[in-house]
C-alpha cells in the first residue's frame, strides 16, 4: 500500500503534487557531471558521487490538519503518493528531502494543538523512518505557546530524533524577535537544531488590496517580503545576539534582505536615534556570519553568485521549494553560478545541508 494513504491503523504523510520536468544534463565543465543509475541522476563532481539535499519540500500530515478541520487541499495543489515524490527526487538529481510542513495552527487552541502537534511529529518519524535514505524532517512546534513549544522541541529532538524544527515568519501575527518566544529560540540554540522559517506571506497588508491584482503578489512579493521583516526584526531586536548559538535557514534566498542589507547598516548612521538600541554587530555581519544560512532558490546563476558574495558559500544550501515548481531543475541551477569551484558546488548540494542536518555521506 502506498505510504501516503489513510489506515485504521495510524496517521498518514501526504504530498502536495504537481507535474515538474525534468532538467537538463548537467555539463562537462569543470569536471562536473552526472550519471543515471536505474533511473535515478547521480550527480558527480570532480569525480566523486554528491549526496545532494534539498532543505525546502512541502508535505502535509491529513490527520493532524483535520484535528482543526485545516482543508487538505487548497486551489492549485494536487495530491499524489510518495511514489511521485521520488520519482521527481530520481528526475532531477535530489538524493534527500528534509520535509517541512507550512504552520497553519499558530490560532489554534492549546489542547488541540498540543494534540495535532503530537500526531504531526509521529507520523513525520515513521515515514522518514520507512525511507531514511531519502527522507529527513524539520519538527512542528505550537509557538503560539512558547514554553509548550520549548517543551515539544526537546521531545522531538531528545526523543524522536528531529535533525531541525521549522517556523513560519511571524505567528499569527506577532514577530519572532517578540520577547515571549526567547523560551522558544533557548531551546532551539540549547539542543543546536537548524530553524528552518518558511513566511506565510505578510497577510497583514493584504485587507488594503496593496497585494491585490495581478502577479499573485500575496506569494511573489509577500512571502520573501514576511522573511525580509523577520530577520530584520531578529537583527534589530537582539535576538540573534542573545542567542549566539542559533542556526536559522531562511526560505528563499533569505527574502530582500541580503540583496539590500547595506541599507540596513547605513540606517545606523543615518537615523542614530531611531534605530534603538544598536545591535552588536552591523546588519551585513549577521548576514556573513555563522548564524543564518539561506536556501537557492535565486531563479538565476547572477542571482545566486551574488547571495553567496553576500553571506558565504558556507551559509547558502540546496532548495526546490518542492512540489511548487519555482527551482524545477536544481542541480543545473547551482552547476550555473559564475565562478564557483567544485568545492563550493559540493557545499551547496549537500555538504554544508549534511553538516547542519546531522546526515552521513
Known amino acids: 500500500m502506498p505510504i501516503s494513504e489513510t489506515t485504521d491503523t495510524g496517521p498518514s504523510l501526504a504530498f502536495v503534487g504537481c507535474e515538474i520536468s525534468a532538467?537538463?544534463?548537467v555539463g562537462a565543465g569543470g569536471g562536473s557531471g552526472h550519471t543515471q543509475a536505474q533511473g535515478r541522476r547521480e550527480v558527480v563532481v570532480s569525480g566523486k558521487r554528491v549526496k545532494t539535499i534539498d532543505v525546502h519540500a512541502h508535505c502535509i500530515v491529513p490527520e493532524a490538519a483535520q484535528l482543526i478541520n485545516h482543508p487538505l487541499?487548497?486551489?492549485?495543489?494536487?495530491?499524489?503518493?510518495v511514489g511521485d515524490r521520488l520519482a521527481q527526487m530520481d528526475q532531477t538529481g535530489v538524493d534527500v528531502e528534509a520535509l517541512?510542513?507550512?504552520?497553519?495552527?499558530y490560532r489554534a487552541e492549546r489542547d488541540a494543538v498540543a494534540e495535532l502537534i503530537r500526531v504531526q511529529n509521529e507520523t513525520l518519524v515513521e515515514f522518514c523512518a520507512s525511507?531514511?535514505?531519502?527522507?529527513?524532517a524539520f519538527a512542528t512546534a505550537a509557538l503560539q505557546y512558547p514554553d509548550l513549544a520549548a517543551e515539544q522541541v526537546e521531545q522531538a529532538v531528545k526523543t524522536l530524533g528531529f535533525r531541525g524544527i521549522g517556523v513560519a515568519g511571524s505567528v499569527a501575527g506577532e514577530d519572532l524577535a517578540?520577547?515571549?518566544?526567547?523560551?522558544?529560540?533557548?531551546k532551539c540554540e540549547e539542543l543546536g537544531v537548524l530553524v528552518f522559517m518558511h513566511p506565510l506571506g505578510t497577510r497583514e497588508l493584504e485587507p488594503s488590496g496593496r497585494l491585490a491584482g495581478n502577479g499573485l503578489l500575496t506569494n511573489t512579493i509577500g512571502n520573501?517580503?514576511?522573511?525580509t521583516i523577520a530577520l530584520s526584526h531578529l537583527i534589530f531586536e537582539g535576538t540573534l545576539d542573545r542567542f549566539p548559538g542559533l542556526k536559522i535557514c531562511a526560505a528563499h534566498g533569505g527574502g530582500f534582505l541580503p540583496s539590500y542589507a547595506n541599507r540596513s547598516d547605513a540606517v545606523i548612521t543615518t537615523f542614530p536615534n531611531r534605530v534603538g538600541p544598536l545591535p552588536k554587530k552591523k546588519p551585513t555581519e549577521y548576514i556573513r556570519g555563522g548564524q543564518l544560512y539561506?536556501?537557492?532558490i535565486m531563479f538565476t546563476g547572477e542571482g545566486m553568485r551574488h547571495l553567496i558574495a553576500e553571506a558565504g558559500i558556507d551559509h547558502v544550501v540546496l532548495g526546490t521549494d518542492y512540489p511548487f515548481p519555482w527551482n524545477t531543475a536544481p542541480v543545473d541551477h547551482i552547476m550555473s553560478i559564475p565562478g564557483l569551484s567544485d568545492e563550493d558546488r559540493i557545499k551547496i548540494l549537500g555538504g554544508t545541508?549534511?553538516?547542519?542536518l546531522g546526515i552521513e555521506g
Open 224 to 227: 520573501p517580503l514576511e522573511t
Open 294 to 296: 539561506f536556501d537557492s
Open 353 to 356: 545541508a549534511a553538516k547542519l
Open 23 to 25: 532538467g537538463a544534463d
Open 73 to 81: 487541499e487548497a486551489p492549485g495543489l494536487l495530491w499524489s503518493n
Open 131 to 136: 525511507q531514511p535514505d531519502r527522507f529527513v
Open 100 to 105: 517541512s510542513i507550512n504552520p497553519y495552527w
Open 178 to 186: 517578540n520577547p515571549k518566544f526567547h523560551p522558544f529560540w533557548a
